[in-house]
């Protein structure tokens, strides 16, 4: 974790990627230079009527990375170009933003209005603050036609290099109603990143699969059950065969579950294959060749136990590293990235990024350069 007492150890010998940095607004008065009149009543209401259904003891930021004056933690670039990139010699960061409820909203219209606002706001603010930043275009998923015009509206912007939405939905992401958002992507060389957020909330079915827990500290252990209940829908309706050049992202919803998932689906997939005439190879493969999954909250066994795990879900291919920087429990590159040994390290730091989001290598070697140097 991340904490602004942390001494900063030894630099790594090559550079790093985050594929998990959160921007977020000063106040949702932010938003008004982008967003329709009509909606701006909704901006001074409780989180701008975004629902948050469960209460959270422990505040979503760590308070010590606040930048002073009351603003919230990760609201000024400045501040977060000082506390985690340049602290951690971090090469590129991917903003993930902090409006992923919108898709919990029960007004689509809204919804896709507060999202498209936000995005201009990242463009603005965010993006010409410092070279390293990449932006994501966040969506609201309940109308997927809204959500292809926003991914049309910006996918050209060259600091544009993926298409964000929550992982939590009232539908699974497989059906085929959402395949305007994957066809947007794949027009615009977009990937697509499934982050954790608006579970139980708003529209969304419960938290788990029997109801809603009583306490955050509950749900917060099954999170990892929504990342999985998309992946399943995506493989399993053949979303990667309709689509083949399409890369899906998760993020922030652990990893120890990828290799329990691929297996029981390799399974199933021998005796039930005649359900799906459409998958061509076994779906952990199709995982293997289109998913990528980001570190934070990694799990934390014993450090032979993490390098076993991570070696059965292909690690040196599939994994991404994330601070989820300013939250709560997000984890400095030292932390994570000093478990693994040096060939699955470079991989998961930044060569793995740097293939799925098209990153110059040339920038990135320099930066060895410098470091080693």
Not at 193 to 216: K, L
């Amino acid at each position: 974790m991340i904490t602004s007492n942390a001494k900063s150890k030894p630099l790594l010998k090559h550079g790093i990627i985050d594929c998990d940095f959160h921007q977020t607004l000063q106040s949702f008065d932010d938003l008004k230079p982008y967003l329709p009149r009509v909606w701006w009543p909704r901006l001074s209401a409780p989180e701008a009527t975004l629902p948050i259904t469960i209460f959270k003891p422990i505040p979503l930021s760590r308070r010590d990375a606040t930048p002073g004056n009351g603003l919230p933690a990760g609201s000024d670039p400045e501040y977060a170009k000082a506390d985690a990139l340049d602290r951690y010699n971090i090469s590129k960061a991917i903003l993930t933003g902090s409006l992923l409820t919108v898709s919990a909203h029960n007004n689509p219209d809204y919804a896709a209005a507060v999202a498209s606002a936000f995005n201009d706001y990242t463009l603005d603010t965010w993006i010409p603050a410092d070279d390293r930043f990449l932006a994501s275009i966040l969506v609201a998923t309940q109308d997927p036609l809204l959500a292809a015009k926003e991914i049309d509206r910006l996918g050209s912007h060259p600091k544009v290099v993926q298409v964000i939405m929550a992982v939590s939905s009232r539908e699974p992401y497989g059906q085929r109603r959402f395949y305007p958002i994957y066809e947007a992507a794949v027009r615009n060389n977009l990937v697509v990143a499934f982050h954790g957020g608006g579970e139980g909330d708003g529209i969304n079915p419960p938290i788990s699969a029997v109801g809603y827990p009583t306490t955050n500290f509950e749900r917060h252990n099954i999170l990892a059950i929504h990342h999985m209940s998309q992946i399943n829908s995506i493989v399993c309706e053949g979303v990667f065969e309709t689509f083949p050049s399409l890369k899906i992202a998760f993020i922030e919803g652990g990893l120890a579950w990828v290799p329990h998932l691929m297996w029981r689906m390799d399974k199933n997939f021998r005796a039930m294959r005649n359900e799906v005439p459409w998958l061509r190879k076994k779906p952990s493969e199709y995982i293997i060749e289109h998913c990528r999954f980001t570190t934070q909250p990694i799990e934390e066994p014993s450090n032979q136990e993490l390098i076993q795990m991570l070696s059965m879900m292909r690690a040196e291919k599939t994994v991404m590293f994330a601070t989820d920087y300013p939250h709560w429990d997000n984890d400095t590159p030292t932390f994570v990235l000093h478990k693994l040994p040096e060939d699955m390290r470079r991989r998961v730091a930044y060569e793995n990024a740097a293939e799925l989001y098209g990153i110059n290598d040339d920038h990135l070697r320099k930066e060895e350069g410098d470091m080693v140097g």
